[in-house]
């Protein structure tokens, strides 16, 4: 079939088209991440194939070991790739593709998460959903995709930790438009009472980078990610959850 070449070759000027009016400080490694997501969505939508061979590999955990599944988007991804280590010598597992979206996520989570049995799933999501990456989303749409999530987590005694949508800022590039703070405050403000209501850990990444509506600067790399520093930031929070959703019954 020549559609999908075709498709892929019209994202790809989309992206140059995007950098050369809007955006001409984006990177190309930037661009080539984007498109590699782009080419990603249209061949493998849910991204089953991105963890399947290590998922494979991977046998139960050994007796008394708490497995925890990292779900999540690039925030999660992209941990670890610097100098800030993905929690070393934990039997953490990160699970994060960028650009991904929660109905996506759900698409994966028996595979990289009920399959893995883990103890505890933390699931950090929601800010592409805002930015359209898989179409048009409502917060009603992302809740319902959490608490599919969290169902399904459920049902294979598994504990959740919902993790808070980070902030972003234009200290870089403009993305208040697609991501607008309010937002991300309103969709907070459901997960933490989701939380509270239906016995998870609410694990708030959002305080820890905020600086009033928006991430400090000197925390993220592009006004989205997290940078070293900012990851250092996150790691207390999230190992402070786990800890507490071990310990719920």
């Not at 870089?172 to 309010?182: V, Y």
């Amino acid at each position: 079939m020549r559609i999908l070449p075709a498709v892929t070759l019209l994202l790809a000027l989309g992206c140059v088209a995007q950098a050369q009016t809007s955006d001409p400080a984006k990177t190309i490694n930037e661009l080539e991440r984007e498109l590699a997501a782009q080419v990603r969505l249209l061949s493998d939508w849910g991204g089953l194939t991105r963890y399947g061979s290590e998922n494979a590999e991977l046998g139960a955990p050994a007796p008394g070991v708490d497995r925890v599944v990292f779900l999540g988007d690039e925030i999660t991804e992209m941990w670890g790739r610097g100098k800030a280590q993905f929690f070393p010598g934990k039997p953490f597992l990160n699970r994060g593709i960028s650009h991904q979206t929660t109905p996506q996520m759900l698409v994966r989570f028996r595979q990289d998460v009920i399959s893995l049995k883990p103890k505890v799933v933390v699931i950090q999501a929601g800010s592409n959903d805002l930015a359209g990456y898989s179409g048009p989303a409502t917060q009603g749409t992302i809740a319902e995709n959490f608490m599919s999530m969290t169902e399904l987590a459920k049902a294979n005694g598994i504990r959740v930790v919902l993790s808070s949508i980070t902030p972003v800022c234009d200290c870089f590039r403009t993305l208040t438009d697609r991501r607008p703070p309010g937002k991300i405050i309103g969709m907070n403000r459901w997960l933490k009472d989701y939380a509270a209501r239906s016995g998870l850990v609410y694990l708030d990444y959002y305080s820890a980078l905020a600086e009033s509506r928006t991430m400090k600067k000197d925390l993220t790399v592009d006004g989205l990610i997290p940078n070293d520093a900012g990851y250092e930031v996150m790691a207390p929070p999230a190992e402070q959850a786990i800890v507490q959703a071990l310990g719920k019954r």
